[in-house]
C-alpha cells in the first residue's frame, strides 16, 4: 500500500535531515498510528506521504491516490458562518469531480451524522466538526485515511466516538489508516501498528510488539 525507502527531508534543502534514510512499509487495511515527542516530524512524515512536501532524497509509493486527510481541527467557523454541512460536502464533491450527491449521504451515514446535513457548521460541537472533516475526506470512498491529531479540541465522550469511527472505517470498509497521535494509551487501544519517530528515524512495530517493548520484554 506505501513504501517508503531511504527518505530524507529538511526544510532548508540541506544536511543535516530531520528525516534521515527512513524506509518502512505499510500494508493495506493497517492502522498505523505514528507517536513521539514535539518535534519528531510526524507531522512532517504525513506531509511527505501526502505529496504536500518534497524529500531530498529517497521515495514514497502509494499503490492508490485515493487518500483522505483530516489535518488537526481548526475553529474556522463560529456559530455565524452561513455554510450548512451539506453545503460544505457538496463544495468538496463539486471540487473532487464527484457526480453523484448520495456520496454525500452515504459518508455522513458512515460517520453517524445524517441528522446534522442541514446544520450550519459553526453551530457544532468541537466533536460533531471533526466527524463532518472525516465525511469530507472519504467522501470518495478513499483507501487510505490520513490523519493529524484527531482527538485534538474534543472530550472524552466525542474522542471515543470518533476512535470508535475510524476503527470501523479501517475494519469494515478496509480503509487503511495513519493517524499521528499525542495519547500512546489511544494509539494502543486502536491501532494494528505503531510507528515511533525520534531524531529523525523512524520504526514500525505491530502494537503487540511495542507492547512488549515498553514492557521490557524482548520481542
Not at 469494515?172 to 494509551?185: F, R, Y
Request: net charge positive; charged share 20%; hydrophobic share 35%.
Amino acid at each position: 500500500m506505501i513504501k517508503i525507502k531511504d527518505l530524507c527531508f529538511s526544510y532548508n534543502n540541506s544536511k543535516p535531515y530531520i528525516i534521515d534514510n527512513l524506509s518502512l512499509n505499510i500494508d493495506k487495511e493497517s492502522y498505523v498510528s505514528i507517536i513521539g515527542a514535539n518535534g519528531s516530524c510526524k507531522s512532517t512524515l504525513i506531509k511527505l506521504i501526502l505529496n504536500l512536501l518534497t524529500p531530498q532524497k529517497g521515495s514514497i509509493n502509494l499503490t492508490s491516490k485515493k487518500i483522505g486527510y483530516v489535518p488537526q481541527i481548526v475553529e474556522s467557523f463560529n456559530s455565524s458562518f452561513p455554510i450548512t454541512v451539506w453545503e460544505m460536502l457538496n463544495a468538496h464533491r463539486n471540487v473532487l469531480k464527484i457526480k453523484d450527491k448520495e456520496s454525500i449521504t452515504e459518508a455522513l451515514k458512515k460517520v453517524d451524522m445524517l441528522e446534522y446535513k442541514n446544520s450550519l457548521i459553526g453551530n457544532l460541537s468541537g466533536g460533531q466538526k471533526q466527524k463532518i472533516f472525516i465525511a469530507r475526506a472519504i467522501l470518495a470512498n478513499e483507501d487510505i485515511l490520513i490523519l493529524d491529531e484527531p482527538s485534538t479540541g474534543v472530550d472524552s465522550k466525542s474522542m471515543k466516538e470518533i476512535y470508535g469511527l475510524i476503527a470501523s472505517l479501517n475494519k469494515k470498509n478496509g480503509v487503511t489508516v495513519i493517524s499521528v497521535e499525542h495519547n500512546l494509551e489511544t494509539a494502543l487501544q486502536n491501532s494494528s501498528h505503531i510507528l515511533t519517530m525520534e531524531n529523525g528515524f523512524g520504526t514500525l512495530y505491530t502494537s503487540e510488539e511495542y507492547i512488549r517493548r515498553i514492557s521490557n520484554v524482548s520481542i
